[in-house]
């Protein structure tokens, strides 16, 4: 069952580092995590990217150098980064912070083919779908 269980471990600091692009967050278990925001920006858990439905996830690129430039907490369970490019509709509850963590080699090779798969280069600019676009006020 997804979402925050008793056993899910809590964030015990949380810190934005602006000049390495980098999330530092430690877990009440121990452990230590340090996210880029690119690898945050790449899968943020939003519709907009994420989509509505499997498969429908859209492909994130030119966010290599992308900025938090404000994190706000959501309640006791998560927080929403604006990113510089404008993004903000992403809740990062904590178990999904944890998961990124715990999981990050395997996420960056997977978006690295998928990046390869689509023939597109990482810092490539994003490619605005004609009128498939999500408006995403739902």
Known sequence: MAG???DTPTPTALTVHQQSRVLEIAFSDG?????????LRV???????QGHGPGQDVLQTGKRNVDIV?????GNYAVQPTF????????FAWDYLYHLGSRQAQ??????ARLAAAGVDR????????GS???HHH
């Open 43 to 49: 899968y943020s858990p939003s519709a907009e990217v």
């Open 133 to 135: 676009a999500c408006g």
């Open 123 to 130: 810092d490539a600019p994003m490619i605005e779908a004609g």
């Open 70 to 74: 404000e994190l706000e907490p959501v």
């Open 31 to 39: 452990a230590q995590f340090r996210l880029p925001f690119e690898l």
């Open 4 to 6: 925050l269980t008793r």
């Open 84 to 91: 510089s490019d404008g993004h903000n509709s992403g809740l």
């Open 107 to 112: 996420l960056w090779q997977a978006y690295e």
